[in-house]
């Protein structure tokens, strides 16, 4: 790997470092004076940030916990924005979700979600589905992502730990599920090192002793004055590296900080003993579809290979001192790819084979075969290298859930935190279906298998069986094709 933006110490690089999303300034024309400008600014009403700080006044005095959180950042944004509308308001509402009732994760172990900031994401990754799926309603980066109401998050700790009154979350809460950190956007973008709003989160869980898992693509939470709240009995913390190829990831994840920054992060954070993970996902497809696995695999001239996801990433994840690797094969929509193919020059579709694998008129997967395959190479090279493996089967169909189980080294927890983590007990796959109804807005209404809903981890299935009765296919040399460089 190589990365001319080395990150030398994990202090702020300053305003040059194009991680860090700083407070817009204000507009000024030629057709408007500056005194003027200045005089129009003091006048600017900001009625969200004052009801927020009316709100907060009151929770200081209701709540034991001690708040010091900065909330004139609410103003500075309405200020800033006066004149220029954010597409639905300078705060994100509705934070905390429950999302297993949808067909895509209903074994999920950790679908209780919450992102500290919405509407966008400076990652800015070309496959994130939350991106497809805003861009369609204007509110991707429409212009910034935005914080949320953090008063949001200290009210529903306060009524459920502090409180006899009524809350829809109690029942999660008080069960200690823990928190999935980060999804529709990543809560630890660099621009949090100006608003603070994931730093005074993790205060609130720190305090009311709640565990979390924080999934993100970002070296911030590797800043002394994060890992300073990051405790071992509570916190695990998923890096995503899809790739080390930093030339490419420039292309593919434009606003994330290198791989090379994000392993010295895992780094840190493993020295410092907290327990870490690194996700290869989405991988992405090496070479075309049924090249390892189909025997009558053919192909008209050089075999392609996209440099991207490789299997060597386990030898440089391993150098770092991390104990786990998550693997998930991406399943990417046509927006996706075409979004990828013009930021590369590089058609990822001829990888897949839509006449064999068609499981959507949206998305492109590879076959369960393949798939297999790679997940097995993963573990191979885990295995040699001393790292604890598992799958993550999110968008690839719930059978992948029950068919890789003897991919997991810990037979309780897809993700391996459970037993890692001392606080870790619960999870969201023991909540009933009739419950997860009650939250979330996308959902299934029955469960895709009734029987198997909360069938425990860890029993070999039938499906497991005949898995492992196939013979593993030969591997073939990775060197034999054509490479594709950027």
């Given at each position: 790997m190589s990365d001319h933006n080395d990150l030398v110490s994990y202090e702020l690089k300053g305003p040059s470092d194009s991680n860090v999303v700083s407070f817009p300034t204000p507009e000024v024309t030629t057709s408007t004076p500056i005194k003027e400008k200045k005089k129009s600014k003091e006048l600017v009403p900001t009625p969200t940030y004052d009801k927020i700080s009316i709100n907060a006044k009151k929770l200081d005095?209701?709540?034991?916990?001690?708040?010091?959180?900065?909330?004139?950042?609410?103003?500075?944004?309405?200020?800033?924005?006066?004149?220029?509308?954010?597409?639905g308001g300078i705060v994100k509402n509705n934070a905390m979700k429950l999302v297993n009732s949808h067909s895509s994760c209903q074994q999920c172990f950790y679908a209780l979600e919450i992102d500290t900031y919405g509407r966008g994401c400076s990652h800015n990754c070309l496959y994130c589905y939350a991106k497809a799926q805003l861009t369609v309603y204007g509110y991707w980066n429409n212009p910034i992502p935005v914080p949320i109401d953090i008063n949001e998050i200290r009210t529903m700790f306060y009524t459920v730990f502090e409180t006899d009154k009524k809350s829809k979350w109690r029942k999660l809460l008080e069960q200690r599920i823990p928190l999935r950190v980060g999804c529709m956007s990543d809560s630890f973008m660099w621009m949090d090192h100006k608003y603070k709003v994931s730093q005074e989160f993790l205060k609130i869980l720190n305090y009311y002793d709640y565990p979390y898992t924080i999934l993100t693509r970002s070296d911030l939470i590797a800043r002394d004055d994060y890992v300073a709240l990051l405790r071992k009995d509570l916190c695990s913390v998923q890096f995503s590296v899809a790739s080390t190829n930093d030339k490419l990831n420039k292309l593919i994840e434009p606003g994330t900080p290198s791989a090379k920054r994000r392993l010295k992060a895992v780094g840190k954070l493993a020295k410092e003993g907290l327990w870490t993970t690194v996700r290869i996902n989405p991988i992405f497809p090496i070479h075309p579809d049924g090249y390892f696995t189909d025997p009558d695999f053919k192909w008209d001239g050089d075999v392609p290979k996209f440099n991207y996801t490789t299997f060597d990433m386990v030898d440089e994840i391993a150098a770092t001192g991390t104990p786990s690797i998550i693997t998930g094969f991406g399943r990417f929509s046509g927006y996706a790819l075409n979004n990828i193919e013009k930021a590369t020059g590089i058609d990822l579709k001829p990888y897949f084979d839509r006449e064999k694998v068609c499981k959507s008129s949206r998305d492109w997967?590879?076959?369960?075969?393949?798939?297999?395959?790679?997940?097995?190479?993963?573990?191979?090279?885990?295995?040699?290298?001393?790292?604890?493996?598992?799958?993550?089967y999110i968008g690839n169909g719930e059978s992948q859930f029950w068919d890789h189980q003897d991919l997991w080294s810990n037979k309780k927890d897809c993700c391996n935190i459970k037993d890692r983590v001392s606080s870790f007990k619960a999870d969201t796959r023991q909540v009933l279906f009739e419950d997860r109804l009650k939250f979330a807005s996308q959902k299934c209404s029955t469960p895709i298998d009734v029987k198997n809903l909360h069938t425990p981890v860890g029993e070999v299935s039938e499906s497991e069986k005949f898995l492992k009765s196939i013979k593993r296919p030969k591997s073939k040399e990775l060197d034999n094709s054509t490479e594709v460089y950027i």
């Open positions: 005095k209701l709540s034991k916990y001690p708040c010091d959180f900065d909330y004139t950042i609410y103003k500075q944004l309405e200020e800033r924005y006066a004149h220029k509308n954010i597409r997967h590879f076959s369960e075969k393949e798939i297999r395959y790679y997940y097995e190479e993963f573990k191979r090279r885990c295995d040699k290298a001393g790292v604890e493996k598992t799958v993550c």
